[in-house]
């Protein structure tokens, strides 16, 4: 059995102030498993400070006319042990598809990071009742793999201070462990998780911990999460 996963997403934000700081509430805990994904160019930084850090997306391509990007090798070489695919940003912002997200799951693999997929439905899919169409399309080409973690995230959840229901959360949770059914594999939740509702989302059975992005800049708060976590 894996420890619960704590994953802190910091987009296109600076590092935290004293997140690097030795005994900081992102380094490796005991009882969960804690990650940062920073913007690339501190990756190198938070290495350096003995975080457990991740990418926050990689291209399958291994070199190349790509400006801009970073490859999942890179990923890797930069001392990364986790990496994000398909994020709701990544796919809406960069129009990344769900072959393609597929191909950096499979390619991270490959080169020994271990992906973190997002997925999830938008507020109209949520509200026309479609998020199990949404998840089966998003996980089709997903093969089931132990390093796999998947995150769900509902995209009208992120960044919004909207959460779903705990009951939502736990069915939807099942119906994804019912597709990818294969033990070892976690599954967490995402959107708009705070110091506040992390307990009673986190208590959802079947919950392997959490990707956390506004919160996770908040070093405090992101303390308070942990601890729910644990
Ligand atoms: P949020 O972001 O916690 O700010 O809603 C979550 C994410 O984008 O992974």
């Avoid at 997306?57 to 990007?69: K, N, P, W, Y």
């Avoid at 997002?118 to 093969?143: A, F, H, N, P």
């Avoid at 132990?146 to 736990?170: C, D, F, K, Q, S």
Wanted: with cysteine; proline share 4%; glycine share 8%.
């Amino acid at each position: 059995m894996h420890l619960p996963l704590i994953a802190a997403n910091w987009k296109m934000n600076p590092i935290p102030a004293g997140a690097l700081d030795a005994g900081s509430a992102y380094h490796p805990h005991k009882d969960v498993e804690v990650v940062v994904f920073p913007s690339f160019i501190d990756i190198k930084d938070c290495v350096a400070a003995k975080l457990n850090t991740g990418g926050q997306c990689g291209r399958s391509e291994t070199a190349g006319a790509f400006t801009g990007d970073i490859s999942m090798q890179m990923v890797k070489n930069a001392g990364c042990t986790y990496v994000l695919c398909g994020h709701s940003d990544r796919r809406r912002y960069h129009e990344e598809s769900d072959e393609q997200i597929a191909l950096q799951v499979e390619t991270a693999l490959a080169v020994g990071l271990k992906p973190v997929l997002c997925i999830g439905e938008t507020w109209d899919e949520y509200e026309l009742r479609q998020t199990e169409l949404v998840l089966d399309r998003q996980l089709k080409r997903i093969k089931p793999d132990a390093r796999l973690t998947i995150a769900y995230e509902p995209v009208w959840a992120i960044g919004t201070g909207n959460t779903p229901t705990v009951e939502e959360v736990t069915r939807t949770h099942a119906y994804i462990r019912s597709i990818i059914n294969m033990t070892g594999i976690r599954i967490l939740y995402g959107g708009s998780l705070n110091a506040k509702n992390a307990k009673e989302i986190l208590s959802a059975q079947g919950m392997d911990g959490a990707l956390i992005g506004g919160a996770s800049l908040k070093p405090q708060e992101f303390a308070t999460i942990i601890k729910a976590a644990s």
